[in-house]
């Protein structure tokens, strides 16, 4: 059985940082390209940041400088470090396990910036 679990979210003021967790089990963790996406209230899902199986990554424009993603096979855990928060960063959170057609989704962690 697959699961991603994500953990790390939480509340925070404007500028500040918090680190996200995701853990996987049931999947050849290495083959697969790790994602974060995010949705807000009444907004369509999107991507934030995504690192492949040969660690290259990509970004969304919005979080481009101020987001990191990374990933430890051994651990078979994906991280995304947030810096420099913003109110417009707040959403839910979720982890997403992806390999040629395979898509794995965990459950979400909210990320809430005060202004």
């Known amino acids: 059985q697959v699961q991603l679990v994500e953990s790390g979210g939480g509340l925070v003021q404007t500028g500040g940082s918090l680190r996200l967790s995701c853990a996987a089990s049931?999947?050849?963790?290495?083959?697969?390209?790790m994602g974060w996406y995010r949705q807000a209230p009444g907004k369509q899902r999107e991507l934030v940041a995504v690192i492949t199986s040969g660690e290259n990554t990509n970004y969304a424009d919005s979080v481009k400088g101020r987001f990191t993603i990374s990933r430890d096979n051994a651990k078979n855990t994906v991280y995304m470090q947030m810096n420099s928060l913003k109110p417009e960063d707040t959403a839910v959170y979720y982890c997403n396990a992806h390999y040629v057609m395979l898509d794995y989704w965990g459950q979400g962690t909210q990320v809430t910036v005060s202004s």
């Open positions: 049931g999947i050849i963790f290495r083959r697969y390209a």
